[in-house]
């Protein structure tokens, strides 16, 4: 695992073993992640070239690790640092997640997590340390010029209408809904 510059990101380039009936890689290894996962779900997205999904996250604790896989086509992965206090608040992280070089994105609770498609079709598997929860739920807009996540140019994205009514950074920090570093450390010292 390779840390991205958000502390509690990590990127994993599998090795990949190639013969000619085709390849076989391990896309998901418990003992190599940075610290223990409990998997509690699994949730599988299929979308359409410029649908964009994000910026999700959840309450803290117990909030909702992930590790994410684009096992069909590609996308660009975003992490979002919304943790209040964080030395690294309101930044952001982009790996392009593809069929090819098979990586895979953890993402600790806490983080914000967004992603567009890339190609025609492509479909994403995500690894869920706790299941879905609609009250512990939120999102901040994907498009807020203060995040100033550089999606790609010359496409037209697509969200869906409760990412596209979801607050601004700023909004959402007024409201009191975003996770506060402080307790995200003191709750990440709990899972070890």
Known sequence: ???????????HTPRIHADPRGSFLEAYRAAELPRPFGLAQVNCSVSHAGVL???????????????????????????????????????????????????GVFIAEGLGHAFMALSEQATVVYLCSEPYSPGREHGIHPLDPALGIEWPAGVEPLLSERDAKSPSLEEALTAGLLPDYQRCQEFYATLH
């Not at 695992?1 to 990127?11: E, K, S």
């Not at 959840?58 to 030395?87: E, H, N, T």
């Not at 690294?88 to 992280?93: A, M, N």
């Open 1 to 11: 695992m390779d840390p991205l510059g958000i502390d509690g990101a990590w990127c």
């Open 53 to 103: 999904r994000g910026v999700h996250f959840a309450d803290v604790p117990p909030s909702q690790a992930k590790y994410v896989m684009c096992v069909s086509g590609a996308i660009l992965d975003v992490v979002v640092d919304i943790r209040v206090g964080s030395p690294t608040f309101g930044r952001w992280e982009a790996v392009t997640l593809d069929d090819e070089t098979r990586r």
